[in-house]
């Protein structure tokens, strides 16, 4: 890889991860304006399931948009902590993670600051993280800590693994980022992304003491991913069902009646082409 190819993957990581947050955080603020108005009458003090299904619509279509936009560029990463991961399986180059990362965390100010500039009431500081009251700081950790994980292994199963079905990753990760903030949003925002966290806090100028939790946990979500795949691999994963993701039309997922049906024709073929090539020597 050439340093211009570094350069021009960050620029992607960038812009992609701007237009993505751009979206997501911009639909969050979209559903959270009519709590804080309710809010700001006493009506209203936690997410309603409404609130919680566009949020996590927000962010899961919007990353499955901008994600396969750029997947051809980057990769679609647009996540500090997807970066780590890919870099301890040794998928992305050291040189070029730390690009990303930056790109990535430059990124989530500048879409945090677009939605910010482009819609009134609270500017960034509605769509920062922030855990609900109750939830302490361990719990909070652990969250982040689980969900990245869960994201993570959606990435490196459904994207790093090259199989026949690899070009629709963003679809799965999409879905995977949807299924996260249905639990998360509620209890710490649903970061597993250090970039969004981060921009947000930054436009605001607001980090509360807590905020460490959305870096340190989607790193060690990232690890605990990483250490489950990489067992995986060790034990060769895909000979456990073999042919899961053939081409060839003998895939193991096909009924087994229907593979010995297979297996006999190729068989008669193979006896008539031995048949014909007697007789052409005759």
């Given amino acids: 890889m050439t340093f211009a190819q570094d ?46 299904l566009f949020i996590a619509c927000s962010f899961g279509l919007s990353l499955l948009i901008t994600a396969w936009m750029f997947y051809r560029i980057t990769g679609g990463l647009f996540n500090p902590a997807i970066t780590f991961a890919l870099w301890l399986v040794g998928a992305v180059p050291a040189f070029r993670a730390i690009l990303l990362v930056l790109a990535q965390l430059l990124g989530g100010i500048a879409g945090a600051a677009l939605v910010a500039a482009l819609t009134p009431f609270g500017g960034a500081d509605s769509t920062r993280t922030t855990l609900e009251p ?4 361990g719990q909070g950790l652990m969250i982040e800590a689980f969900l990245t994980a869960i ?7 459904l994207a790093a693994e090259k199989h026949r079905s690899t070009y629709l990753a963003p679809i799965g990760i999409g879905l995977t980022i949807f299924a ?14 250090p970039a969004r966290a981060f921009g947000p806090s930054v436009v605001s100028a ?18 605990i991913a990483v250490s489950f795949y990489t067992a995986l691999k060790a034990f060769d ?46």
């Fill in 180 to 193: 996260c903030h249905l639990f998360g949003v509620l209890w710490t925002g649903c970061g597993i992304n």
């Fill in 134 to 137: 109750g939830i302490n700081i």
């Fill in 151 to 157: 994201l993570v292994f959606s990435v490196l199963m």
């Fill in 7 to 52: 350069l021009v993957a960050a620029l992607g990581e960038f812009v992609g991860t701007t237009l993505f947050l751009l979206l997501a955080l911009g639909g969050a603020k979209t559903a959270t304006y009519s709590r804080s108005a309710a809010q700001t009458e006493g009506l209203e003090t936690t997410l309603g399931n409404q609130t919680i």
């Fill in 206 to 223: 607001s980090f509360p003491s807590y905020h460490w939790i959305y870096h340190v946990g989607p790193l060690i979500g990232a690890l």
């Fill in 237 to 282: 994963y895909t000979t456990i069902v073999f042919g899961q993701d053939a081409d060839h039309a003998e895939s193991t997922t096909q009924n087994p009646l229907s593979r010995i049906t297979n297996e006999r024709e190729l068989e008669r073929f193979d006896e008539r082409r031995r048949w014909a090539a007697v007789a052409q020597r005759n």
